[in-house]
């Protein structure tokens, strides 16, 4: 009798383990990032970025200054939902810079970071969504300085 219920008993326990877990929820997935740019004709661009189908930020090349307002030859990123992810606004050529939203919380929008290009010189810039050490990325898009 003793052994019959102690196998009821371990029966039991490995049903509702294994019921615990097939029914446990799987870990939450990365959400699906897009983007999409504009290019102006003074040579700027705007890259946007999209969290699952919502506009989450940008990166923007700034190529000539607006006087009292914005420097020329300058990058910024913005992060504009509130989910955890930065926003990084990368320049690969004609030389290297970066900015990044990630630390500050959202909405936020950095600083521009300025040099001083050659007139006409192709600036290539890509924006990435960042987050404890991921990041999904854009294609490279090409501007004028």
Request: glycine share 10%.
């Amino acid at each position: 009798m003793r052994r019959r219920r102690l196998a009821t008993v371990l029966a039991s326990t490995a049903l509702a383990a294994g019921t615990m877990l097939t029914t446990a929820t799987p870990a939450s997935a990365d959400p699906n990032f897009t983007f999409s740019y504009t290019k102006y004709s003074s040579g700027s661009l705007v890259i946007n970025v999209y969290t699952n189908g919502t506009h989450s930020g940008r990166a923007e090349f700034q190529a000539d200054p607006i006087p009292d307002a914005v420097p020329g030859d300058a990058i910024r990123a913005q992060d504009s939902l509130d989910d955890g992810w930065g926003i990084k606004a990368i320049m690969t050529f004609p030389e290297s810079r970066e900015v990044s939203t990630s630390g500050h919380p959202s909405p936020y929008t950095t600083g521009w970071d300025t040099g001083d290009l050659e007139e006409g010189e192709t600036v290539i810039m890509r924006a990435c969504a960042t987050k404890s050490g991921s990041s999904y990325c854009s294609p490279s898009y090409g501007g004028i300085a």
